[in-house]
């Protein structure tokens, strides 16, 4: 899994790294707003570690900007411990706070039982506007209203989903979709079928907003 950490204490961020990465866990360090946005546009993150007194534009700042697009859980670093600023935290999005000083232990703990029920939850359930996906029992809303879609149109929507912000070639998509005699799907079939996709979860197919085609590769999910 994939955190952020946004921490202008480069010496405590660089200790936070060293003790994830030794849980196998993939780390981005960034050390002002500025950074922590930028590195939000490039990839996608299971979890945000933030301090909320960063130079310039805050924690707070960062977090209601994340807010916007992405619900990643953000457990803020800080030593405004007060009762009025941890309310601030909640009321801006936030998960769970870590007041420093704090013990590398505490934050393991507090990390590993957000990203086990995050864990839990990705691998049943998506969920992006008005698009939800329940993978266990192979359903699609779309503003609340089972859509029912193909076995081939489901696979799709599941590959795109489960690999958001990552292109997926043709050549990738192809393999998803062999028939149970383990015959591949043609290219015409995949173009039909994304189109058919569109037609049922898109507000205006002709420029879709969640599949969007990487002309010459393949396809990507959302922004």
Known sequence: ????????????????????????????????????????????????????????????????????????????????????????????????????????????????????RVGKEKKDLFEEGPIQIDYQMKQVLVEGVSTRLTVTEYQLIEALTKNKGQVMTRQMLLEKLWDTKGKFVDE????VNIKRLRDKIEEDPKNPKWIHTVFGIGYTWGK
Do not use: H
Request: aromatic share 8%; with cysteine; glycine share 6%.
């Open 188 to 191: 015409n079939t995949l173009s």
């Open 1 to 116: 899994m994939k955190i952020l950490i946004v921490e202008d204490d480069k010496l405590l961020a660089k200790g936070i790294e060293f003790v994830l990465k030794r849980q196998d866990y993939k780390v981005t360090k960034a050390y002002t707003y500025e950074e922590g946005i930028t590195c939000f546009e490039k990839e996608s993150f299971d979890l945000a570690l933030l301090d909320v007194n960063l130079r310039g534009k805050s924690g707070l700042d960062l977090c209601k900007a994340i807010r916007k697009t992405s619900d990643v859980p953000i457990i803020f670093i800080t030593a405004n411990d007060t009762e009025e600023d941890m309310i601030q935290g909640f009321d801006e999005g936030c998960d769970d706070y870590i007041s420093k000083p704090f013990s590398m232990e505490l934050l393991k703990r507090r990390v590993g039982a957000i990203l086990k």
